[in-house]
């Protein structure tokens, strides 16, 4: 299988940066295939796409490289690294992005990016440091000597987060929590509004609230058949709380 890189990024598809770094990936390393994994991960909030990321680690191939970059303090001191967790590396900063694929990996070995490109932009590491990293881990499996150099393992850190971290192209606000977080009977209540837990979308009448677990693997609330994310507060960062009994849902 030729290498792979996925993208995970918050630059949005619209203007030259999306394929500006792949561009880069594929002056690097021409045989590698990129996979456009996310384009809108939730903008300038590392820990709410860190937790958004780990959900989706179960579907990335083993030895795939994944380029992940949310980087608000780019150009800054904050250190570029490579995660390398379950047999998936991940390149991209260190700030938070990367902590709970880190904490949920059996096997996790971190290195910081030491190596840097004699011209290099202060506000697009993705394209100038990030993506030739990412591109000679899939092509090689390591990166030159010297590019690379080993660091203490990162911190654990929790892996659920109550609150929202993105709204998808429906509306349905994705929260960082996971379904053990659920009981039956139970709901999630966010900026006032009470979402009961369903299995499915028709569990409840049109325009209804629910919240349910989604494919991957995390709660999220919705309006069957329409948008939970226009409702006033349901937005990214609003903080969500369980609820453990039975009530009167609010009707749309």
């Known amino acids: 299988m030729p290498p792979l890189v996925l993208i995970y990024f918050d630059f949005g598809a619209r203007g030259p940066y999306l394929g500006q770094v792949r ?84 096997f996790r070995r971190l290195s910081e990016i030491r190596w840097s490109p004699q011209r290099v932009s202060a506000t697009f590491h993705g394209r100038d440091i990030f993506a030739p990293v990412a591109a000679a881990l899939a092509e090689g499996g390591q990166c030159p000597a010297g590019w690379i150099a080993p660091l203490t393992a990162p911190r654990r850190v929790a892996v659920e987060l109550p609150e929202i971290i993105y709204v998808d192209g429906y509306g349905n606000a994705m929260t960082g929590l996971e379904a053990r977080s659920m009981r039956p009977g139970g709901s999630l209540r966010c900026a006032g509004w009470r979402f009961p837990f369903a299995r499915t979308f028709a569990d409840v009448p049109v325009g209804h609230p629910l919240c349910l677990l989604n494919s991957n693997g995390l709660l999220e609330l919705a309006l069957n058949q329409g948008s939970a994310g226009a409702l006033p507060g349901v937005e990214i960062g609003a903080p969500v709380q369980i609820e453990p009994g039975a009530g009167e849902a609010r009707v749309l």
């Open 23 to 106: 561009c880069a990936i594929m002056q690097s390393a021409p045989s590698v295939r990129i996979v456009d994994l996310m384009h809108d991960a939730p903008p300038f909030a590392p820990r709410a796409a860190g937790h958004l990321l780990a959900s989706l680690c179960s579907s990335i191939p083993e030895g795939a490289v994944v380029l992940a970059v949310i980087d608000p303090g780019v150009g800054t001191q904050r250190r570029g690294i490579v995660l390398e967790a379950d047999g998936r590396f991940y390149v991209g900063p260190e700030n938070g992005l990367l902590d709970v694929v880190a904490s949920r990996a059996r």
